[in-house]
């Protein structure tokens, strides 16, 4: 779903200049979801507007009011107007993983092959 602006007054996002924008609403999540704060694809296409740390995470602990941290990679001032969408928002499962310390891994074809190693 879309985050909206839940500002009392403009604000003029200069080039490579970063805000956080506060959303209007509140959530409270149960102990196995999150909340993700995602950019919104035709901002980022037609303006440079971004969200800074995609995806923001929303722990099921916070209840506080919902912000998204924009960010203009665009090359002109981007104005936010009150009820402008901004942001998305997703919900999803969160797994507790456990670790486990170990000596040694499998092996596996592509091994520690890092960046590209696979041929894309």
């Given at each position: 779903?879309?985050?909206?602006?839940?500002?009392?007054?403009p604000?003029?996002?200069?080039?490579?200049?970063?805000?956080?924008?506060?959303?209007?609403?509140a959530?409270?999540?149960?102990?196995?979801?999150?909340?993700?704060?995602?950019?919104?694809?035709?901002?980022?296409?037609?303006?440079?507007?971004?969200?800074?740390?995609?995806?923001g995470?929303?722990?099921?602990?916070?209840?506080?009011?919902?912000?998204?941290?924009?960010?203009?990679?665009?090359?002109?001032?981007?104005?936010?107007?009150?009820?402008?969408r901004i942001a998305?928002?997703?919900?999803?499962?969160?797994?507790?993983?456990?670790?486990?310390?170990?000596?040694?891994?499998?092996?596996?074809?592509?091994?520690?092959?890092?960046?590209?190693?696979?041929?894309n």
């Amino acid at each position: 779903m879309d985050l909206c602006a839940s500002i009392d007054n403009p604000i003029i996002l200069k080039p490579l200049k970063r805000v956080v924008i506060p959303c209007g609403i509140a959530i409270g999540l149960p102990e196995n979801m999150e909340a993700q704060i995602r950019p919104r694809s035709g901002l980022a296409a037609k303006h440079g507007i971004t969200v800074l740390n995609t995806p923001g995470t929303i722990d099921s602990d916070y209840r506080g009011e919902v912000k998204a941290i924009l960010i203009n990679f665009g090359k002109e001032d981007f104005e936010i107007k009150l009820n402008d969408r901004i942001a998305q928002i997703i919900f999803s499962e969160v797994v507790k993983a456990k670790f486990e310390e170990v000596s040694d891994l499998d092996n596996t074809e592509r091994g520690s092959g890092g960046f590209g190693s696979t041929g894309n």
